[in-house]
């Protein structure tokens, strides 16, 4: 073993800076992975590839990515897995700033990094840190020797030996965590023009506010026009931070299986999705006051996107793991969004509620149909007489409005108004009934209101042909009951 000495000038002992670097906090592998692609992305690439491989059946897996990036000078790379060698140490355009990540991230899954990278067709060279011999009392040695270049111009490929800290026992397991995470992480930039590939696969790009979902014929809408919120940037200056929310479509959603929903992220998923320079850097409940998460919250999402100048408002960690709102930025922030999260909440409420409302008034929209093919055909109906469809569904509506009739095609659909009276009055009493005579009752209300918008529909005016038609309406319907 080679003797260490500690210098009387030395800032820290390596050896034992080396042991307490491998605990930097990571909390998934695919937020290591992630450091190396925002490395990647910073140096140009438009192609990043991720390998996963194990040297034998029960050997310690091995992780491998490469880039066609503009690559690194001699000098660059002698100092990429220095702690701090950055040279765009403190700045604030993109992805990095302290020349942490490649290192850090680096050796808190492996005990051995290999950098090489290659330049405008000129000779790879490689540096490499290997953590037990700095442990052990040995200098680092990065001196950059001959490497292998790959079959681009210029790049870079980072390779991670024998990773000790992955507890995936499956290879496919980590597979599709780096698949799902890395593709949720970099959405903006697969969707634009970055292709990620792992083990050859393209990954897929995930997107949370599921607005580019489309399942079942249905995606998530836009809740609001996009909020935007300038904020100071320290020295001086000032920065957008912008935020959208979106809300998934439950009607549409809600019978999916429990498997697919998981699968999709739709339950389980919920919250605030944070982007820094247009990559996701915190997925969780942020800004949202004294809000607390509920399952109901799950079916709408927002997404928080601000500018690295704004890093010390929103306290990103060295990892960009996470943040931590200065008071500043919590007290900008957070009443309006609380407010419209409760917005949110109460809309989706209201939502299952109406899923609820149409699975119970499906038996009287069935006598309806039944009964329509002995009644008039309504004016002004094209094409050949066929009987309707009805649909009977709940939302709130303007005060004065019992109820809201739409005829499209050949469905008549009754949107009742949950805020008018009449709608606790008939409803709610119904609650206290027997469930046997709880659904008669509901039948005979619910064929009243369609016999009548019906009507109306049928004599196109309020005067007493309009009664007389509803109660004939409103009686055969009944005895089809």
């Not at 002992?13 to 909390?27: D, K, L, M, T």
């Not at 592998?29 to 034998?56: F, Y």
């Not at 990278?117 to 790879?124: F, M």
């Not at 935020?243 to 959603?253: C, D, E, H, T």
Request: proline letters at 5%.
């Amino acid at each position: 073993m080679v003797a260490h000495r500690q210098q009387a000038g030395d800032l820290m002992v390596s050896s034992n800076f080396i042991r307490a670097i491998r605990e930097a906090g990571y909390i998934s592998v695919p937020t290591a992975v992630a450091e190396l692609i925002d490395n990647a992305l910073e140096a140009n690439a438009s192609e990043i590839s991720v390998g996963i491989t194990r040297s034998s059946s029960s050997g310690l897996p091995q992780i491998e990515v490469e880039d066609n990036g503009i690559g690194m000078s001699s000098s660059e790379l002698s100092a990429c897995l220095r702690f701090g060698g950055s040279s765009r140490f403190g700045g604030k355009g993109s992805f990095g700033r302290f020349g942490m990540g490649l290192p850090s991230a680096s050796l808190s899954q492996t005990r051995n990094v290999e950098v090489t990278a290659w330049q405008n067709g000129s000779p790879a060279l490689t540096v490499s840190l290997d953590a037990d011999r700095i442990a052990a009392g040995h200098p680092a040695e990065l001196t950059p020797r001959p490497g292998q270049a790959a079959g681009t111009a210029s790049g870079c490929r980072v390779v991670w030996r024998d990773c000790d800290r992955i507890e995936y026992q499956r290879l496919a397991w980590l597979e599709r965590a780096l698949h799902r995470d890395l593709g949720r992480m970099y959405r903006r930039f697969i969707t634009a023009d970055l292709r990620l590939t792992i083990n050859g696969v393209v990954v897929e790009a995930t997107d949370p506010t599921h607005l580019t979902t489309v399942l079942d014929g249905s995606t998530a809408l836009p809740a609001f026009e996009p909020l935007k919120y300038e904020i100071a940037a320290e020295p001086d200056g000032t920065a957008f931070v912008t935020v959208r929310f979106s809300m998934l479509p439950v009607s549409s959603w809600h019978a999916l299986d429990n498997a697919t929903k998981r699968h999709m992220g739709i339950v389980g998923k919920g919250g605030v999705s944070i982007l820094r320079a247009g990559r996701e850097i915190a997925n969780g409940w942020y800004l949202m006051g004294s809000k607390r998460k509920e399952n109901y919250d799950d079916w709408w999402r927002c997404e928080i996107e601000f500018d690295p100048l704004l890093d010390e408002q929103f306290g990103i960690t060295i990892n960009k793991q996470g943040i931590r709102p200065s008071r500043a930025l919590r007290e900008a922030l957070e009443p309006e969004l609380e407010s419209i999260a409760r917005i949110l909440n109460n809309r989706v409420r209201q939502a299952f509620e109406d899923v609820k409302f149409r699975a119970a008034a499906e038996e009287s929209c069935r006598i309806a149909e039944t009964a329509d093919a002995d009644l008039p055909v309504l004016k002004g109906r094209g094409g050949p007489a066929r009987p309707l469809r009805y649909e009977i569904r709940s939302a709130p509506l303007p005060i004065d409005t019992m109820f809201r009739t739409e005829l499209t095609s050949q469905t008549l659909t009754l949107v009742l108004n949950v805020d008018h009276p009449a709608f606790s009055a008939l409803y709610v009493p119904l609650q206290d009934l027997q469930e046997l005579r709880s659904s008669e009752m509901r039948t005979a209300l619910e064929l009243l209101i369609i016999s009548y918008a019906r009507a109306s529909l049928q004599v196109g005016s309020d005067s007493d042909d309009v009664l007389r038609a509803w109660s004939s309406t409103y009686g055969r319907m009944l005895q089809r009951s």
